[in-house]
């Protein structure tokens, strides 16, 4: 269905010229439209301008049936791109959470066989229909909460079969749902028990089996390691990554979580299409990923769950870098895919400005899963997936009301989402 929406508060982060990012100064520099509308055709945006401009006649001389939305008062942006999660998992880990307030650390959790071998054995143990409805009803949320563009990953499985059933849950949800989807290949995600003698086994096992195995059957985009400390050393991680650019996947790492682990210069090395996590950032590291055309991604959400330092976001703007914000969302460290407090976050404890903060949630997370050419910008001919506010006095209003819902209607491919239950 066609779509006009008019009399919009303001119209945000829109483009004429696209750009694949916003990095270091100009994440504060938000083009936007006072006053305007938006048209979409196709399930595209067509076009957008002032409510008093010329174009709008034409448009509505031309297509007399058109379908109006008034937006008064709100304002509209870009859906929300979500580029690092783990939202296809089982079951949950709130017993896990209890222990962390009782004082333990995520690592002496992981160290005792919990974390994430606890996912993975109750995900081993799940059919896979079970997983896709408990994995669908997540992004079914997360749709509601304005994203309208996810990465997933897989990391839950450990084992050949469990890991393919994990990326075949994440096809399947990118078939039946309108959401767009890119799967990233998590194998080394941690050790399993059995090989925890000898870890390089279990590498051999992700570079000779499952590797070959996930590209044979096309399940996925992306190949991702956990490289840091007490997880897979650089070695180990440049074998993995080698062996996925090999079958065709392009890396996309978990580095510099728990510590300096080298992964972010691990990530550059490769060619990575963003490195995540980076609460331990330094000099060297944002050298390395200046002019790298590596998206530095920040999760805020982990940080926040596991009482764990944050990153230096506005030391890497002030260095002239691009930040994004995903959520994370996983059963571990972040069970939250609500983007609209990972704003929240980047604002409070990133102390990212607002107008930072929407391009680091929408174009630069777009870049971070290679989607930018399509999503993250109100630009003519991007992907019409957009997100319509409640009544709010602006921009900063929606980071600062974070337990409010504010998002008002959610538009996917040009159409409307209908409310959730
Ligand atoms: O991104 N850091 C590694 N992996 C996830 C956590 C996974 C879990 O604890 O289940 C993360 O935070
Ligand atoms: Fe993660």
Same mark, same amino acid.
């Given at each position: 269905?066609?779509?006009?929406?008019?009399? +919009?508060?303001?119209?945000?982060?829109?483009?004429?010229?696209?750009?694949?990012?916003?990095?270091?100064?100009?994440?504060?520099?938000?083009?936007?439209?006072?006053?305007?509308?938006?048209? $979409?055709?196709?399930?595209?945006?067509?076009?957008?301008?002032?409510?008093?401009?010329?174009?709008?006649?034409?448009?509505?001389?031309?297509?007399?049936?058109?379908?109006? $939305?008034?937006?008064?008062?709100?304002?509209?942006?870009?859906?929300?791109?979500?580029?690092?999660?783990?939202?296809?998992?089982?079951?949950?880990?709130?017993?896990?959470?209890?222990?962390?307030?009782?004082?333990?650390?995520?690592?002496?959790?992981?160290?005792?066989?919990?974390?994430?071998?606890?996912?993975?054995?109750?995900?081993?143990?799940?059919?896979?229909?079970?997983?896709?409805?408990?994995?669908?009803?997540?992004?079914?949320? +997360?749709?509601?909460?304005?994203?309208?563009?996810?990465?997933?990953?897989?990391?839950?499985?450990?084992?050949?079969?469990?890991?393919?059933?994990?990326?075949?849950?994440?096809?399947?949800?990118?078939?039946?749902?309108?959401?767009?989807?890119?799967?990233?290949?998590?194998?080394?995600?941690?050790?399993?028990?059995?090989?925890?003698?000898?870890?390089?086994?279990?590498?051999?096992?992700?570079?000779?089996?499952? $590797?070959?195995?996930?590209?044979?059957?096309?399940?996925?985009?992306?190949?991702?390691?956990?490289?840091?400390?007490?997880?897979?050393?650089?070695?180990?991680?440049?074998?993995?990554?080698?062996?996925?650019?090999?079958?065709?996947?392009?890396?996309?790492?978990?580095?510099?979580?728990?510590?300096?682990?080298?992964?972010?210069?691990?990530?550059?090395?490769?060619?990575?299409?963003?490195?995540?996590?980076?609460?331990?950032?330094?000099?060297?590291?944002?050298?390395?990923?200046?002019?790298?055309?590596?998206?530095?991604?920040?999760?805020?959400?982990?940080?926040?769950?596991?009482?764990?330092?944050?990153?230096?976001?506005?030391?890497?703007?002030?260095?002239?870098?691009?930040?994004?914000?995903?959520?994370?969302?996983?059963?571990?460290?972040?069970?939250?895919?609500?983007?609209?407090?990972?704003?929240?976050?980047?604002?409070?404890?990133?102390?990212?400005?607002?107008?930072?903060?929407?391009?680091?949630?929408?174009?630069?997370?777009?870049?971070?899963?290679?989607?930018?050419?399509?999503?993250?910008?109100?630009?003519?001919?991007?992907?019409?997936?957009?997100? +319509?506010?409640?009544?709010?006095?602006?921009?900063?209003?929606?980071?600062?009301?974070?337990?409010?819902?504010?998002?008002?209607?959610?538009?996917?491919?040009?159409?409307?989402?209908?409310?959730?239950?």
């Amino acid at each position: 269905m066609d779509l006009l929406i008019t009399n +919009i508060k303001s119209l945000l982060l829109t483009e004429t010229e696209p750009r694949p990012y916003a990095a270091g100064n100009h994440m504060a520099e938000l083009s936007s439209v006072e006053n305007a509308w938006l048209y $979409i055709a196709g399930g595209k945006i067509a076009g957008f301008g002032v409510m008093d401009g010329p174009e709008l006649a034409g448009i509505q001389r031309s297509k007399p049936g058109l379908h109006k $939305i008034p937006a008064e008062g709100k304002l509209v942006m870009p859906a929300f791109c979500d580029s690092h999660t783990h939202l296809v998992y089982a079951g949950s880990r709130e017993l896990e959470y209890m222990d962390k307030i009782r004082g333990l650390s995520y690592e002496e959790i992981a160290k005792r066989g919990g974390g994430i071998l606890n996912s993975a054995a109750l995900l081993q143990s799940t059919p896979e229909e079970e997983l896709y409805q408990q994995s669908l009803s997540r992004v079914l949320e +997360i749709m509601q909460l304005g994203t309208g563009a996810v990465e997933i990953k897989s990391g839950y499985g450990l084992s050949t079969e469990a890991e393919l059933k994990m990326l075949r849950v994440i096809r399947r949800l990118r078939e039946t749902t309108p959401i767009d989807i890119k799967a990233t290949f998590l194998g080394a995600h941690s050790f399993p028990l059995a090989y925890r003698e000898d870890p390089d086994r279990y590498v051999d096992l992700v570079v000779e089996e499952m $590797i070959p195995a996930v590209a044979e059957a096309g399940l996925a985009d992306f190949i991702d390691v956990f490289c840091d400390r007490g997880f897979f050393t650089v070695p180990q991680t440049e074998r993995i990554l080698e062996a996925g650019i090999t079958n065709g996947l392009k890396p996309k790492i978990h580095a510099n979580e728990l510590d300096f682990s080298g992964g972010i210069q691990t990530g550059v090395k490769y060619r990575a299409q963003s490195v995540d996590h980076l609460e331990f950032t330094g000099d060297e590291e944002i050298q390395c990923l200046l002019d790298s055309g590596t998206m530095p991604t920040l999760l805020p959400g982990a940080s926040f769950f596991l009482g764990l330092k944050y990153a230096p976001a506005r030391k890497m703007m002030e260095a002239g870098l691009p930040v994004a914000l995903a959520s994370d969302f996983n059963p571990g460290s972040s069970p939250s895919g609500d983007m609209k407090f990972i704003m929240s976050l980047g604002c409070i404890q990133l102390r990212m400005l607002p107008e930072e903060v929407l391009h680091a949630v929408t174009i630069n997370t777009a870049y971070a899963m290679g989607l930018q050419e399509t999503h993250g910008t109100i630009c003519r001919g991007k992907k019409a997936n957009v997100i +319509i506010t409640r009544d709010v006095p602006g921009l900063a209003y929606l980071p600062y009301a974070y337990g409010s819902d504010l998002i008002d209607t959610v538009i996917l491919g040009g159409e409307i989402l209908s409310p959730g239950p």
